[in-house]
């Protein structure tokens, strides 16, 4: 029979579909002279969106198959035909994956996007591309037949980790073989495997608990613990990661010793120890003491030690067997009762968080961002994501393309920006794989007729009937 898989972490790529050039096009009829422009905008790309989907229950869809793209748009036509904007691409995790950005010089986690909680809830973790302008946007009063388009923006590639932790109401905690499985496969319809060797649960286990008042609550069955688990020994953080969201903890202490004869009050104080030392937060949680195996013989005294612990630590204490369901109904009852009053006290009307307006205004103000370096004495580096995609979309075999360029760089004060950091006339500025010679200061009649043009520039073909309508107006103003 084979053997379940779990996986609870993984890392993909994923990127948007690029979008499609704009196309430079002018109108050609009979009988229609001077048609003007007319060429159509590129498609957007399609983005890579996550959905939380209550269905699943591990990643394990992401363990092979690490690299997902997205649709491209459509290049623009003549006769204003705009290009078809890319497909989305949705990929489907469990509830309670924790999305994060890796950072692509060390590929570390560099910082959480957001945390997919709920059913249905979408971010977008890499966006499509925006589609080229087509020519009839650059035509303005005094640029009356522009005989260039953008291209199609490229999307965005890059590295994300995936890692997914249990939502449940309570966690069954405890060192190897102290009767969790057996514990959950009591209280609930869950059926993990039970034997009695350590280590013999490998995967977390969920299940729904109802108590006799008809209240219910989710439990999870997660491997057992070992000293240094909260250092990575055995598989401490795979483990310990899924009791940071559950709302209560039953720590399960066997009365017995266990086949190996251990301390039980020993066991008691090492996990409590092990929590605090992964998360200080864990070792604050609600939590209720489980003595297990209460049907073994000398398991009275380990329990009144254990009692006396948990109750000095100001935690609830049940004396439990598994085996013959001996104080079971009176744990269940007593653990629906403390997750009602943990739900209580969580607000209900906590405001939800709009996960893509987040993102987009972070990763706005990152793309935005312009960083300018010394490669060397007399050579210049530009970075930033805004400034490159005007650079890749720009039509390098197309001077006019790449007078708007130029206008757009002084728009957004690059000239300034260089100056500031010691540029000089004649200095060679990087952008990608393209270099400039940097001009400095621009001469009092070049300004002036730059100003000129700004005043007179950017009104859309699109608000006029025909071409003639728009050489009349400019002639106006």
């Not at 092979?64 to 204003?80: D, L, M, Q, V």
């Not at 966690?171 to 969790?180: E, I, Q, R, T, W």
């Not at 483990?239 to 720590?251: N, S």
């Not at 794989?433 to 073909?461: I, W």
Request: glycine fraction near 10%; hydrophobic fraction near 40%.
């Amino acid at each position: 029979m084979p053997t379940a898989t779990f996986t609870d972490l993984c890392r993909i790529n994923v990127r948007g579909g690029d979008g499609g050039a704009g196309c430079m096009s002018f109108r050609r009829e009979a009988f229609v002279p001077k048609g003007g422009p007319d060429g159509g905008d590129g498609g957007n790309g399609g983005s890579v969106v996550l959905e939380a989907d209550p269905q699943l229950s591990s990643l394990i869809d992401y363990r092979y198959k690490h690299h997902f793209r997205a649709e491209r748009g459509t290049h623009g036509k003549g006769a204003r035909r705009h290009g078809r904007a890319g497909e989305d691409l949705v990929l489907k995790v469990p509830l309670g994956t924790v999305v994060r950005e890796i950072d692509p010089e060390t590929m570390q986690p560099a910082f959480d996007i957001c945390d997919l909680t709920h059913p249905g809830e979408r971010v977008v973790v890499a966006p499509g591309g925006m589609g080229g302008r087509g020519n009839i946007h650059f035509v303005t009063s005094v640029r009356r037949a522009p005989a260039f388009a953008e291209k199609g923006e490229p999307a965005i590639d890059h590295w994300i980790e995936l890692e997914m932790k249990l939502m449940a109401d309570a966690a069954l905690v405890g060192m190897p073989s102290v009767g969790k499985s057996s514990i959950i496969a009591r209280i609930s319809a869950a059926r993990p495997k039970i034997a009695d060797y350590p280590f013999t649960t490998l995967i977390p286990n969920l299940g729904v608990a109802r108590a006799r008042s008809g209240e219910s609550f989710v439990v999870a069955d997660v491997p057992g613990l070992i000293e240094g688990a909260s250092e990575g020994r055995g598989l401490g953080h795979e483990f310990l990661r899924h009791i940071e969201r559950t709302a209560l903890i039953l720590h399960v202490v066997d009365l017995s010793g266990g086949l190996e004869n251990r301390d039980p009050l020993a066991d008691y104080h090492t996990i409590n120890q092990e929590l605090a030392a992964y998360a200080e937060e864990l070792a604050e949680r609600p939590q209720i003491v489980v003595g297990n195996k209460s049907d073994m013989p000398g398991s009275d005294v380990a329990s009144m030690f254990i009692r006396e612990a948990a109750e000095a630590d100001g935690h609830p204490y049940f004396e439990i067997s598994a085996v013959t369901g001996q104080g079971i109904d009176d744990l269940v009852t007593a653990c629906a009762a403390k997750v009602s009053e943990l739900r209580r006290e969580i607000s209900v009307d906590a405001p939800t968080v709009d996960f893509n307006a987040v993102v987009e205004r972070e990763r706005k103000r990152r793309d935005q961002a312009i960083t300018i370096t010394r490669e060397e004495r007399g050579v210049w580096r530009v970075h930033g994501g805004a400034i490159e995609r005007m650079v890749v979309q720009t039509d390098w075999d197309n001077d006019e393309a790449v007078a708007y360029l130029q206008r757009r760089f002084d728009r957004i004060g690059l000239d300034d920006l260089l100056a500031k950091h010691g540029c000089t006339f004649g200095d060679e500025v990087r952008i990608l794989g393209f270099a400039f010679s940097y001009d400095g200061e621009k001469g009092a009649q070049e300004q002036v007729a730059e100003e000129l043009d700004d005043e007179l520039a950017e009104e859309e073909y699109d608000e006029f009937d025909s071409f003639d309508e728009l050489l009349d107006d400019g002639e106006d103003l």
